[in-house]
């Protein structure tokens, strides 16, 4: 079994899609491979056969797996329904609103779970694609990580961090996001993707 695991800089960086082409790449290759993103904040939700719901992207990573998308691959979902709150989804069914503060503190007794089904998608499949959320240099939001650094310790993974030249700064992103990490952190991340570039690659 082995891990990968994409974070990036900022949201909308190009994590979800560059999780998907690596999982139809694996599946070429002959892998058996699985989709994860331990939590997901969307307004759109798929819902399986089985009536689960789950994030759109983790749904659309598992089709280029070849397999039928599964409340596995994505343990946490939620689904904001106002500025200050979600819902909170979990294993594909509707747990209860709670307001972000609340869910800051409440988030740390999901860790278990997110380990307990970690462990048995990674016994069952030959490599596992780990999608992170937002950035991993997120200070604010560090504390009891579960989704970026603390998901890439539970899965023992190497991380490509990806940014997005299209919005300017990339190289700015990068440094500062791989310098407000912890040295064991930073020793995680293998590579950088620059994603949408345009033009003459010898300009970067």
């Known amino acids: 079994m082995a891990n990968i695991m994409i974070q990036g800089t900022t949201s909308s960086a190009g994590k979800s899609l560059i999780c998907t082409g690596l999982c139809k790449i694996f599946k070429e290759d002959g892998y ?34 070849g397999l039928e998308p599964h409340p596995d691959m994505n343990p946490i979902l939620l689904l904001p329904k106002t500025d200050m709150g979600s819902m909170v989804v979990l294993n594909g069914e509707d747990f209860m609103h709670m307001e972000a503060v609340d869910y800051f503190k409440y988030k740390t ?18 490599i596992v694609v780990i999608e992170g959320a937002g950035s991993p240099a997120e200070i604010n939001l560090k504390q009891n990580d579960i989704v970026n650094m603390g998901m ?12 997005d030249i299209d919005r300017g700064g990339v190289f700015a992103s990068l440094y500062g996001t791989v310098m407000l990490l912890e040295e064991h952190e930073r020793k995680r991340i293998k590579g950088l993707i620059i994603n949408k570039f345009r033009g003459d690659k010898t300009l970067l």
């Open 109 to 126: 007794a999901l860790k278990p779970m997110i380990v307990e089904v970690f462990r048995r998608v990674a016994i069952e499949n030959e």
């Open 32 to 65: 058996k491979v699985f989709p994860f993103k331990s939590q997901n904040m969307s307004s759109k939700y798929y819902i399986t056969k089985e009536g689960y719901k789950i994030s759109t992207a983790q749904a659309l990573q598992a089709m280029a797996a």
């Open 152 to 163: 890439a310790e539970i899965a023992d993974a190497p991380v490509l961090l990806v940014a």
